[in-house]
């Protein structure tokens, strides 16, 4: 069941023009990190949504068909958004995104196609198996977004960094808490089991410290302020103790809860404040002005 308004899509743009590289004041590498989302997000998340709308015909519920409709066309204006920062933000600032991106390109747009052996009768025969993996998949990555989604709505100790940057990240966030059931619910509905939940976490945390920690070498390397320090996760655990990033012992806490057997994302974030938020958002406030004039 829906836990709110229908999902909608909020037509939000970003002007990075006076957005300096390090957005977090003197904080290159807690810039760099989040910066990281520019690079892995608008692959994932347009991967997410041509794995949905392979899964949208197997959903028989109509709400949830609502649901994942509504998620798609979320996650497709968060690809665009993020997608919009890498030219006038990064390339302006002299970071070239393009060997990270080539790479993560590769593992969405072929690895994990819909037939990443060639079309052929066993890939063939594989479909709704391989379709519920990569919904599995999505589920537990999404425990991810609305986990460090709630983080970025609610900490105060970023109310200081570039507003346009911020407003960014936490438009992203508020959505995420806003979707937070609609993978875990359509990985269920599918045919999702709690084993299945398990091993998806497993490869989801593995798969994400890849990506963040590949991509955050790709653009320390580049930037004069930053010398790449091996040992992402510890750059990740001291940054945390600031408050500069979630901290790692509550993401650990959360990847535990999603091992529960009575986990439901419904009780991951504050609805309320990620709709507050959304309401106040400087892009998401443009954005609805935009399309109230057009109406
Ligand atoms: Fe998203
Ligand atoms: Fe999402």
């Given at each position: 069941m829906s836990e709110q308004q229908p999902l909608q899509?909020?037509?939000?743009?970003?002007?990075?023009?006076?957005?300096?590289?390090h957005w977090v004041p003197n904080e290159p590498e807690a810039s760099h990190i989040m910066n990281s989302l520019h690079l892995i997000l608008p692959a994932?998340?347009?991967?997410?949504?041509?794995?949905?709308?392979?899964?949208?015909?197997l959903v028989t519920d109509p709400q949830l068909r609502e649901d994942v409709q509504g998620f798609v066309k979320q996650e497709a204006q968060h690809a665009r958004a993020h997608d919009s920062a890498l030219t006038p933000y990064l390339l302006r600032h002299g970071?070239?995104?393009?060997?990270?991106?080539?790479?993560?390109?590769?593992?969405?747009?072929?690895?994990?196609?819909?037939?990443?052996?060639?079309?052929?009768?066993?890939?063939?025969a594989l479909q709704p198996w391989w379709l519920r993996q990569r919904v599995g998949l999505i589920a537990a990555m999404e425990h991810f977004t609305c986990v460090l989604g709630d983080w970025i709505i609610t900490t105060r100790s970023?109310?200081?960094?570039?507003?346009v940057m911020l407003d960014l990240l936490r438009w992203h966030?508020?959505?995420?808490?806003?979707?937070?059931?609609?993978?875990?619910?359509?990985?269920?509905?599918?045919?999702?089991?709690?084993?299945?939940?398990?091993?998806?976490?497993?490869?989801?945390t593995a798969a994400l410290i890849f990506l963040f920690s590949s991509s955050v070498k790709s653009m320390m390397r580049q930037d004069p302020a930053t010398r790449y320090r091996p040992g992402f996760l510890?750059?990740?655990?001291?940054?945390?103790?600031?408050?500069?990033?979630?901290?790692?012992?509550?993401?650990?806490?959360?990847?535990?809860?999603?091992?529960?057997?009575?986990y439901h994302p419904r009780t991951e974030g504050d609805i309320r404040v990620a709709m507050d938020y959304l309401a106040h958002s400087?892009?998401?406030?443009?954005?609805?002005?935009e399309k109230a004039a057009t109406a």
């Open positions: 899509q909020r037509k939000v743009r970003f002007d990075f023009a006076d957005t300096p590289l994932e998340e347009f991967w997410f949504c041509r794995v949905y709308n392979k899964a949208l015909p970071i070239d995104p393009t060997p990270f991106t080539q790479r993560i390109h590769w593992l969405f747009d072929k690895l994990l196609c819909d037939y990443p052996l060639g079309d052929n009768a066993i890939s063939r970023l109310d200081h960094a570039d507003p966030g508020a959505e995420e808490v806003e979707h937070r059931s609609v993978a875990h619910d359509l990985h269920m509905h599918i045919g999702g089991s709690l084993p299945m939940r398990w091993v998806f976490m497993l490869i989801a510890k750059l990740w655990y001291h940054l945390g103790q600031r408050g500069l990033l979630p901290r790692m012992g509550d993401i650990g806490r959360s990847v535990l809860r999603y091992f529960n057997p009575s400087p892009a998401a406030q443009r954005a609805a002005q």
